[in-house]
């Protein structure tokens, strides 16, 4: 059974510094892996989507790796901002298909002062 | 973008009645939706596959009789919690895949659109 974990559990930053949320799988038999943001008592917004066979892709100051092999992915936030405050979560799909299930990590609360 | 919504967005019930979710696509069909619960400060758990025109896949452990789904169009799902208790207060999310919305290269629908969410409290 798939079990995705992320590391820290919660962050305080500074305005401007730039962050690293780990995001780690057991199982590497993945098809793709999705960084997503949740603001509190909010949906899921998707930041950020690799697939297996790719290595890292970026939108903005967002920027997610992927080393499947050992079960690792990365997010790297540059220049933070109060904005980026929010719930990031990872969530890795074993195969493709339509009725593929996500698998969600435990997820890291941000939270970024001025 | 796709959009997901969800109604309401926040319920509370009595004890013992039963509370239904509606999760619709918007602008977009879906023949598989999702149901998702979250407790406070923890991840997802994924509750059942929503299968447009047949039964809900359900998780292990998730009661179907005390979860019922209904997937009746394309664009609507319903989760419906049956005598409901204080322990089923928590906050169930919805998502979809594009029907028709497929990756070039993979051939694949890669995107989820979630819905913004249902607080549900019983008391």
């Known amino acids: 059974k798939q079990e995705v974990t992320q590391i820290p559990a919660a962050l305080s930053v500074p305005e401007g510094e730039n962050l690293v949320l780990n995001c780690s799988f057991t199982d590497s038999a993945i098809y793709n892996l999705q960084w997503f943001r949740q603001d509190p008592g909010k949906g899921l917004t998707s930041l950020l989507l690799?697939?297996?066979?790719?290595r890292e892709q970026t939108s903005g100051r967002l920027n997610a790796s992927l080393d499947k092999s050992s079960g690792r992915s990365t997010l790297y936030i540059a220049a933070s901002q109060p904005g980026d405050s929010a719930t990031y979560l990872c969530a890795v799909r074993p195969q493709a298909g339509t009725a593929s299930k996500l698998t969600f990590g435990t997820g890291t609360r941000l939270q970024v002062t001025l | 973008g796709a959009v997901v919504s969800q109604h309401p967005s926040r319920v509370i019930c009595k004890s013992g009645t039963s509370v239904k979710i509606e999760c619709r696509s918007l602008?977009?069909?879906?023949?598989?939706m999702f149901w998702y619960r979250q407790f406070p400060k923890k991840s997802l758990m994924l509750m059942a596959t929503s299968n447009e025109g047949s039964k809900a896949t359900y998780e292990q452990g998730v009661e179907k009789d005390k979860f019922l789904i209904n997937h009746a169009s394309l664009t609507l799902s319903t989760l419906t919690v049956t005598s409901a208790h204080p322990e089923d207060s928590s906050f169930y999310i919805c998502?979809?895949?594009?029907?028709?919305?497929?990756?070039?290269?993979?051939?694949?629908?890669?995107?989820?659109?979630f819905g913004p969410g249902t607080r549900l409290l019983v008391l």
């Open positions: 998502s979809a895949r594009d029907l028709y919305e497929w990756d070039q290269t993979t051939g694949e629908q890669e995107t989820q659109y």
């Open positions: 602008d977009f069909q879906a023949t598989t």
């Open positions: 690799i697939q297996s066979s790719q």
